[in-house]
């Protein structure tokens, strides 16, 4: 069986701090053979919904990277936008609403003011409502968050995934995971249970870009 490579953590144009263009990430997959990717756009899923429309059979998976009032949780498999600045709660319930799954990105990472508060994501695992803990995600600076991460989800028996967290085209595929092929929600948690992280830091020039894609959008 061929296994797929996934990117699970892709921004476009549609993100204030990205100006990428949606045929860039579709083009620079197809260079790297990334099978998928999740577009997970701050603040909508518009840019996800368009690229589905554009390139089908490559995959791509409805996210949205979600700012709630205690940092930031990832929805995957949606329908709808879900707003900013609402509470943990009203965003993990929009979400299960739309039946989605809930990701934690960037867990531990303690020079990103968007990274959800340790309480808060300590709250919804006990809760039960974590399905993934992102432990690998390339613009993460330190080792030792990425390990943290990796030891609190083998602990708490989470599934873990890993993404590129790309704001630019090359920065796309920089982290994956190989895991069997899915066809939609009911079988991807089945899936990523047999998948192997895969991934390299991002050059910090990245990081630069998208301080200065979101310059630009201010601007405009």
């Known amino acids: 069986m061929k296994f797929l490579k996934v990117d699970l953590h892709v921004h476009t144009r549609y993100s204030l701090d990205s100006d990428m263009p949606l ?3 579709i083009r620079r997959c197809q260079e790297l053979g990334i099978d998928g990717v999740a577009i997970c756009d701050h603040g909508t899923i518009e840019g996800a919904l368009e690229m589905q429309r554009m390139a089908p059979p490559f995959m791509i998976i409805i996210a949205e990277e979600v700012l709630t009032t205690r940092g930031e949780i990832m929805g995957l498999f949606l329908r709808e936008t879900i707003p900013s600045g609402l509470s943990v709660a009203e965003t993990v319930a929009r979400i299960r609403e739309q039946q989605g799954l809930i990701l934690i990105p960037h867990p531990f990472d303690g020079l990103r003011s968007s990274a959800i508060e340790d309480k808060a994501l300590y709250e919804l695992v006990a809760q039960g409502e974590v399905d993934v803990l992102e432990v690998f995600n390339s613009k993460t600076p330190f080792h030792g968050s990425s390990l943290r991460a990796r030891k609190y989800a ?6 873990v995934s890993a993404g590129s967290d790309a704001h ?9 995971v190989e895991m069997p092929p899915f066809t939609g929600r009911d079988d991807f948690l089945a899936a ?4 192997k992280i895969v991934g390299r830091k991002t050059n910090y020039f990245t990081h630069v870009h998208s301080l200065w894609a979101k310059i630009k959008s201010t601007l405009r």
């Open 23 to 25: 045929e860039d990430v």
């Open 154 to 159: 083998r602990d708490h028996n989470l599934l």
């Open 168 to 176: 630019s085209v090359h920065a796309v595929g920089n982290a994956y």
């Open 192 to 195: 990523l249970a047999q998948g």
